[in-house]
């Protein structure tokens, strides 16, 4: 990547920056630092679940077992297909093909979407069998995966489950927001093959998400599945 | 400039390997993976599904992030960032687990 005179004069280029190769290399590595600071935010949250789940391991066994593993399974495919969107997103923004690149953007924020209505069913799903963390919460005492463990401690995990895939849903939420606005900017053809740093970027953030849920999938639905079938 | 560009089937390849791996983390979870160690019972069971999840998590960074193409700015920022999540993880855990080993009165 030699320096491009003709690029000096690129609409894009801010002026503090010598060149968009020089700007590119700058903006990946404020992403990349804003994403280890993403990654030290999920793991507070993972340390608590960790330590919790060796103090109380029968109850988030017992409240891992609630969760519905078919809908844990395809949201974790749905997650993994918007990678591969996004993914060929940011190789068209590359390529310079610009109808591609409008129509895996989309593809990204409809599988999005996707994940975030089987994420509205299966909160629904909890609400009705009283597993909200809260005054309402009731465990049934007749169901065999409650023997023996304490409510208080099955009540802590769902108000992990909440907490972790709420933020996660928040994280994707943005995401549709960021890609909606790329989708518009991408129609009018502001991404070429010598700029298309948001493109990239975003693909990144995207990725970082899917990474966060790769790991939420086993810890929060496999727990101790087999003793329980 | 833009970034490395990877080509679109090592794409689909990492897809594909990112959907096996789910499929193998779902059926391992029905397994009894507890063999017997010097007359103890281990259980491999969490082991593996975090084995599992890292060899995604390392496909997604690697490829589709492209950190494999990216410079070593990049990729020290990115270990780092493991590295002190590690801390996190590990000095946190090494006091809670060590806790009950002494009696305090």
């Known amino acids: 990547m030699s320096h491009n005179p003709e690029a000096a004069g690129h609409p894009a280029l801010q002026h503090h920056f010598d ?61 993994i297909g918007s990678s591969l969107t996004m993914a060929l997103a940011v190789h068209a923004a590359q390529t310079g093909r610009r109808k591609l690149l409008v129509l895996f953007l989309g593809f990204t924020m409809l599988l999005g979407a996707g994940f975030l209505s089987v994420k509205a069913v299966e909160y629904h799903e909890k609400f009705e069998s009283h597993h909200v963390p809260g005054s309402a919460f009731q465990l049934d005492p007749h169901d065999k995966h409650f023997q023996g463990v304490d409510p208080s ?36 053809g502001r991404f070429t093959p010598e700029y298309n740093s948001p493109v990239e970027l975003t693909g990144l953030y995207w990725h970082f998400v899917d990474i966060v849920w790769i790991y939420l999938f086993p810890l929060l639905y496999l727990v101790d599945r087999y003793h329980h079938y | 400039m833009s970034g490395h560009i990877v080509s679109r089937r090592l794409y689909y390849g990492i897809f594909a390997a990112l959907m096996m791996l ?32 890292t060899t995604k998590a390392l ?42 080993w002494i009696k305090l009165p």
């Open chain 1, 19 to 79: 060149s968009l190769e020089q700007q590119h290399d700058a903006t990946t590595l404020g992403m990349w630092l804003f994403l280890v600071q993403e990654l030290m935010f999920f793991g507070g949250l993972f340390t608590v679940y960790l330590v919790y789940r060796v103090k109380y391991f029968a109850a988030f066994a017992a409240g891992s077992n609630t969760l519905d593993i078919g809908w844990g399974a395809i949201n974790t495919a749905i997650l």
């Open chain 1, 153 to 188: 401690n099955v009540q802590l995990f769902f108000s992990l489950y909440f907490a972790m895939t709420g933020m996660h849903a928040l994280h994707m939420v943005i995401g549709l927001g960021i890609l909606g606005v790329l989708l518009v900017k991408s129609w009018k």
């Open chain 2, 22 to 53: 789910t499929l193998l983390t779902v059926w391992v979870a029905y397994q009894d993976v507890h063999p017997r160690i010097w007359g103890v019972h281990i259980a491999l069971n969490p082991v593996i599904a975090l084995a599992i999840a």
């Open chain 2, 59 to 100: 496909l997604v960074v690697l490829y589709f992030m492209h950190v494999r193409y990216s410079s070593k700015l990049t990729k020290v920022t990115v270990l780092a960032g493991v590295f002190w999540l590690g801390i996190l993880l590990i000095m946190t855990m090494g006091d809670y687990v060590s806790r009950e």
